[in-house]
């Protein structure tokens, strides 16, 4: 079952924070972000798995509760190359599909 | 290759026609999938395959679809009588044992 993503869109000035939330209806295994820019391919961000991990590089970190079976993605002092559509993806087991999210738009302004 | 490969990276075809897609994944993954992209929507699992293992089709959307990796390596997904509905961009990914997915630039037909 796809994982469902909050918010669908948001718009921010270059320098404000965005939270991204993805939370599933199944136990989780491990939780995926990609970052996909207009016409190009999808790009790995980072994976957590389960056991309430937490991953960052630069301004860009993100977080697991798999109590909640959700995780959340920070962007911190956001950057004009920061915009694109962000997607999760879940594993339940660890050796099926990846599953993604319907992704959230994000549009950073000057 | 240093990433993956998806050929042909454009296709025009008429309705009722057969297409191939093909997918020369990085060197050494295992793992395999297939998505489909419609215009501004998300990514639509087609077809995983992992090693030997028999592949997951579960997310293929009519039997004119089918896919198939020789070797453990390429992968060809064929689409049979082609319909409008099929036009997107097909994306096709290899996973590192990492976990990690590596996308290709995808393959965008278009069913006129």
């Known amino acids: 079952q796809q994982p469902v993503q909050s918010p669908q869109a948001v718009i921010l000035r270059e320098g404000e924070d965005a939270v991204i939330n993805c939370s599933s209806s199944k136990a989780l295994y491990s939780v995926h972000w990609y970052r996909q820019k207009h016409g190009e391919a999808p790009v790995f961000l980072m994976i957590?798995?389960?056991?309430?991990e937490q991953k960052g590089h630069e301004k860009i970190s993100a977080s697991f509760n798999e109590k909640k079976q959700q995780s959340s993605l920070y962007l911190t002092a956001s950057q004009l190359s920061y915009s694109g559509t962000y997607f999760c993806?879940?594993?339940?087991?660890?050796?099926?599909?990846?599953?993604f999210g319907t992704g959230t738009r994000l549009t950073i302004i000057p | 290759g240093a990433g993956v490969s998806q050929s042909p990276s454009n296709k025009v075809t008429e309705k009722g026609k057969d297409v191939e897609l093909r997918c020369d994944p990085i060197s050494g993954h295992t793992a395999l999938y297939w998505y489909r992209q419609s215009l501004g929507q998300g990514l639509e699992f087609l077809i995983y395959f992992q090693g030997n293992s028999a592949p997951d089709k579960s997310g293929l959307p009519s039997d004119r679809f089918s896919a198939e990796r020789t070797g453990g390596s390429v992968s060809t997904l064929t689409i049979q009588r082609t319909q409008q509905e099929d036009s997107a961009v097909y994306l096709c990914?290899?996973?590192?044992?990492?976990?990690?997915?590596?996308f290709g630039e995808g393959s965008r037909l278009t069913v006129l």
């Open positions: 990914a290899s996973r590192r044992n990492t976990g990690e997915l590596f």
């Open positions: 993806g879940t594993l339940t087991t660890g050796r099926e599909k990846l599953t």
């Open positions: 957590l798995l389960k056991g309430g």
